[in-house]
């Protein structure tokens, strides 16, 4: 086996990028959709779907809990259950996946017996103490002694229904976890946010709009508060859409080189919430003054890249939770841009504030950026690097998180991309 590369070195582009490229499929999709059908009796098809590490982890913890989950190709699964997940006989690791992390901890209260749900180093540092409650409120037995994973759920394999509230102000994927799980109750289950808000709201209108799909009723009155029907799920095929936050590189990657690049799918049928950043993006190099990253938040890392080459300075707000993400991206971005030019960004408060160096070209360094094992952070800074001479990327093969192929893409398009040392 190859020993994992330690840096990729990127020159910058001397021509505008243009093509067509293949996106990957969306991670919030998949992940929805892989559990959705192993929650339903019989034979669901889902095709264009993201391969990689955080909806792989799904898939095997759907195999780990008795579903059977098939890949006859590189973008489809082919997914049998009987409705029902079993007490797997090992704890379910799941990397650094949130999306996994959170449904499969709320699933894990059908599973008649223990549960184990937990992740690499990173995520034992990612907060799901408000998940963990609501799921006690709801009188199950589930404990997470740090209030980060793993969780431990000793379930009886049925879940009675009732009210609970939750403050989801850390993660919507704590709302998006009950709403599936509560599908599968015996009488209905109303969900109420008890915090001041939610990061990004547009990530409930895609669960519920994924339960729909597999047959379940889902109301609400506002922003707020749900009540999902009993009645379990049925197997359903879905195709599954290309992934947004994915988009958001190849937009910025058009937008830095003055360039044309076909992600083949329409902007507005996209209906995940990081399609939002395709208008920032458009508006480069005349990006607003203020950006409220609350419901793009993916999109952050790429929009502040951006920001480095905009005309006039940006503020970034709304980002609080950006903190807890697959590590603190404000601090990474700022200390990134930090490490390239000491003037390029600053935190104020949870506030990140980018200053565009007026000549970037010529800031000319040999910064090795460091990922933070984040995916985001990888893919955001090669942007830089299309810019500014004598980037490298540590740790490039973090893009495998959600975009596998992301580095033979922008090759496809004309970048040049070398192994560092
Ligand atoms: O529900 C989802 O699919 C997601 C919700 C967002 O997380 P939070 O709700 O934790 O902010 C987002 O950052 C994540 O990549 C995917
Ligand atoms: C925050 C992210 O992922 P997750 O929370 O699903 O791990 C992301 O993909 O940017």
């Not at 994992?4 to 959709?33: C, D, F, H, M, Y």
């Not at 609501?134 to 969780?151: E, F, N, Y």
């Not at 889902?218 to 599954?240: E, L, Q």
């Not at 300075?313 to 903190?323: D, K, T």
């Amino acid at each position: 086996m190859n020993a994992p590369l330690q840096s990729l070195s990127i020159e910058p582009i001397t021509a505008p990028l243009k093509g067509k490229v293949v996106l990957p499929g969306s991670k919030s999709v998949t992940n929805r959709v892989l559990l959705l059908a192993g929650l339903a009796r019989g034979t669901s098809r889902l095709t264009g779907a993201l391969k990689s590490d955080d909806t792989l982890y799904m898939a095997q913890a759907l195999r780990q809990m008795g579903v059977s989950v098939e890949q006859p190709d590189a973008t489809s699964f082919i997914v049998r259950s009987t409705g029902a997940l079993q007490a797997p006989d090992a704890p379910l690791f799941l990397g650094n996946a949130g999306t996994a992390v959170r449904f499969l901890t709320a699933a894990s209260a059908l599973v008649r017996g223990t549960v184990v749900v937990g992740g690499d180093a990173n995520m034992a540092r990612r907060p799901i103490a408000p998940l963990v409650a609501a799921l006690q409120r709801l009188g199950i037995d589930a404990t997470a002694p740090s209030g980060c994973p793993p969780v431990t759920i000793h379930g009886t394999g049925l879940l009675d229904g009732g009210e609970v509230e939750i403050d989801a102000s850390l993660s919507s994927q704590y709302v998006s976890a009950l709403l599936m799980m509560a599908g599968c109750s015996r009488r209905p289950v109303r969900i109420s946010l008890s915090g001041p808000h939610i990061g990004a709201q547009g990530y409930i209108g895609l669960t519920i709009a994924a339960m729909k799909a597999f047959g379940a009723s889902v109301a609400s009155t506002d922003d707020t508060s749900w009540t999902v029907a009993p009645g379990g799920y049925t197997a359903t095929d879905f195709r599954i859409e290309p992934d947004a936050s994915a988009a958001t590189y190849l937009w910025a990657a058009q937008a830095l080189s003055g360039g044309d690049i076909d992600i083949g799918f329409p902007i507005a049928d996209f209906t995940q919430p990081d399609a939002a950043a395709w208008r920032v993006i458009r508006s480069f190099p005349h990006m607003p003054a203020v950006i409220d990253g609350s419901q793009m938040q993916d999109a952050i890392p790429t929009l502040a890249v951006m920001a480095m080459f905009n005309a006039t300075p940006v503020r970034f707000v709304g980002i609080a939770n950006l903190r807890v993400k697959e590590c603190d991206r404000t601090h990474a971005l700022a200390t990134q841009m930090q490490r390239i030019n000491p003037g390029y960004a600053r935190e104020e408060g949870d506030d990140l504030l980018v200053f565009p160096d007026p000549d970037p070209s010529a800031t000319a360094k040999n910064v090795r950026i460091e990922t933070y094992d984040d995916h985001r952070i990888a893919m955001s800074f090669a942007l830089a690097a299309l810019k500014i001479p004598g980037l490298s990327i540590l740790n490039p093969g973090c893009v495998a998180k959600t975009f596998p192929a992301y580095w033979d893409t922008l090759r496809a398009l004309g970048v040049r991309i070398h192994p560092g040392d």
